[in-house]
């Protein structure tokens, strides 16, 4: 498939989702909580563990409406910086985390092209990875090692496929990967997995969606 029509197909798609929970999470607003809930659980056992990264400042990747951000990064950290390509998600994004002096930097850009600016502690990457092709993800991935700040881990909270194969949704323009191949990206861009947990309380029918820390290896 041509990258550039992946690229425009998924940015059609979501330039015409509503900003709301509902719309981010196609359908599934409901499991926001159980979601957050679970990515707490885990940002704590890794803000515990020997030599955890520190609470200065985050990163959310693909952010959306800032829900990850607003509800989970935020009580965490200092400062949280948040990527989305989509103009009216940044928006709803900055209207819907309101006047908090933990806001920090919105930038509106793919990931495909996005190049750091900060050092950060935590770089949250959750639904979004699916909509890189391989060689843009590991990309990618090479650029937030080089951002992280001492200690600090790259989070990805992403569905994986129960089968070995990638597969492809072109009403989003999407792929979603098989733990195998993710593993190798990790490895490819030269990050190392030091905790995994599959999200528990989502409903039966869904991909599984599997949590990974990576520090840098
Ligand atoms: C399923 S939503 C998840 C939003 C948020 N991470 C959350 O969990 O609430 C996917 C988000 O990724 C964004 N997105 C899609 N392709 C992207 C890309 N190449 N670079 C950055 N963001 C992208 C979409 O605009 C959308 O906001």
Redesign the pocket.
Known sequence: MDNNIF?KD??RY?ANVPSTIDG???GFGHIADIDIAGSKQFLDQLLSIDKPPATKRALDC????G??SKNLLIPYFDKVDL????EK?INTAKQSIGDDSKLGILYQV???NFKPQEKYDVIWC???LG??NDYDLIGFLERCRQALAENGLVVIKENITTSDELEYDDEDSSVTRPVKLMLKIFEEANLEMIRTEIQTGFPDDIYPVHMFALKPS
Not at 62 to 65: R, T
Not at 83 to 86: H, I, K, N, R
């Open positions: 690229y998924a940015a979501w981010v999470l196609g693909g952010a959306g409406i829900r990850v990527v989305e390509q989509d998600f793919g990931l495909q959750q639904w979004v909509h890189l």
